[in-house]
């Protein structure tokens, strides 16, 4: 028997009826400017996503506290009331809408950002809607996912790190049951760490999981091999008084303890007697110096440079927009960080042909190649990264031929259009299936 809808005047087949565009919403508490990996990482996403013809828009909050001596922006957006949408600009092609948040973590600002999320989702638009949030998920953002999913909106999700409280048993058996309802809430997870997936289903989370691998954009991430790249190197260097042949160890990420830049400096400190033309460069914010809550360890990385007997030789960037050319200034990538998912800093610390020494850490994933062969491994202590240190800085050969795996590795198994592939197909997916439910 015919079906019903095959059995209409006029009817074609659903796969011959021209598909409307399909409007995803990136969206975050803090989108831009963010020092965040999540945040990041799909803003570096938006071109090629609107290329693969979706119209993508971000909605997010005003910049965090610690964020603002370090962005150039409007004071009046911090002047507004909470509540009080500010003027739309663009990113990368994307429309960008911003709500002011208050500036604490509480209900009313739980309710204000969610609030907007609901109503950007529910505008007209000609195709189906997808709201892919980043971070900050709480069980209490509940009633408004069940809202959106029943407005028929698709709703995704990217766990890209391990929760803090699946590290401590009782908070883990107090949380399981209220995160376990939230991530099922969602049409579809996305993780890059099949540690995260594995995770995820212990918890009790039967919602699609899609394991999808961060990608680097390797338009942007390569070894310097341009004049332009080659100058651009000199100019920066020069900008923070690096002498051509010294050495620049790099770290990418927010000066906060979780990413082990006091492991850093303790290891670069060893070394500096036997290898005194080093230098030490921390690209990302001083959370350290803007959170209050980190009053004490801001003031041991303080101790730790000044005590060091070559502070000028430790450099601080703040948020910058071109980590590429950084990467390009620098000769070893390091991190140390306690808690990741997939680290793309490492595979763009690979891309750009760096030497690549990692700690381990909660989240390891296959994602970033194989230890000994793209990367080396070592102990999170600062006599375990002295001695790796040294051990490059001695034998240049081993590093180039780290350098050289990593770079090969990244081209081959971790190109972004890959994985833009997946995103973009997974969005139709959802928005076509979401269409049918509504």
């Not at 620049?248 to 006091?262: C, E, H, L, N």
């Amino acid at each position: 028997m015919q079906s019903t809808l095959s059995t209409l005047q006029g009817a074609r087949p659903i796969s011959s009826i021209p598909q409307k565009r399909t409007r995803l919403w990136l969206t975050s508490p803090h989108f831009y400017p963010s020092y965040g990996g999540a945040q990041n990482r799909y803003r570096s996403y938006i071109p090629g996503l609107l290329e693969r013809g979706l119209d993508v828009r971000v909605m997010t909050g005003t910049p965090q506290i610690q964020e603002r001596s370090e962005v150039d922006t409007h004071e009046n957006w911090y002047e507004a009331a909470p509540g009080t949408w500010l003027p739309p600009t663009t990113l990368d092609g994307a429309v960008l809408e911003r709500i002011r948040l208050p500036d604490s973590k509480n209900r009313t600002r739980t309710q204000i950002y969610y609030d907007a999320l609901l109503e950007v989702c529910q505008r007209a638009s000609e195709g189906p809607t997808v709201a892919q949030l980043l971070t900050n998920m709480r069980p209490q953002a509940l009633p408004w996912l069940r809202r959106l999913r029943a407005s028929g909106v698709a709703t995704v999700y990217s766990v890209s790190q391990f929760p803090t409280w699946q590290q401590k048993p009782f908070k883990r058996i107090l949380r399981r049951r209220g995160y376990q309802q939230v991530y099922n809430a969602f049409d579809a997870l996305v993780t890059n760490s099949e540690a995260i997936q594995a995770f995820l289903r212990d918890i009790g989370v039967t919602t699609r999981i899609e394991y999808i691998p961060n990608g680097v954009n390797l338009q942007r991430f390569h070894p310097a091999r341009s004049e332009s790249d080659h100058q651009a190197r000199a100019t920066l260097r020069e900008r923070f008084g690096i002498p051509a042949q010294h050495k620049v160890i790099v770290a990418v990420g927010a000066i906060m303890p979780r990413k082990g830049p006091d492991k850093v400096l303790q290891a670069w400190r060893r070394i500096l007697p036997d290898f005194p033309d080093t230098h030490v460069m921390f690209v990302g914010p001083r959370a350290d110096t803007h959170d209050p809550k980190l009053q004490a360890f801001g003031a041991e990385v303080a101790e730790l440079v000044a005590s060091s007997g070559a502070p000028e030789q430790v450099h601080f960037t703040g948020i910058v927009d071109d980590v590429e050319n950084y990467l390009r200034a620098a000769d070893l990538f390091i991190l140390a960080s306690s808690r990741e998912g997939t680290p793309n800093s490492v595979l763009e610390g690979m891309a750009t042909g760096l030497p690549c020494l990692v700690t381990p850490f909660i989240g390891m994933s296959a994602g970033i190649g194989k230890a000994g062969e793209q990367y080396q491994l070592v102990e999170r202590e600062p006599e375990a990264i002295a001695a790796a240190l040294t051990g490059l800085l001695q034998n240049p050969a081993l590093g180039e031929a780290f350098g050289e795996r990593g770079q090969r590795y990244v081209v081959e198994q971790v190109d972004q259009q890959r994985s833009l592939d997946r995103y973009a197909a997974l969005y139709q997916e959802l928005a076509a299936a979401a269409t049918q439910r509504r």
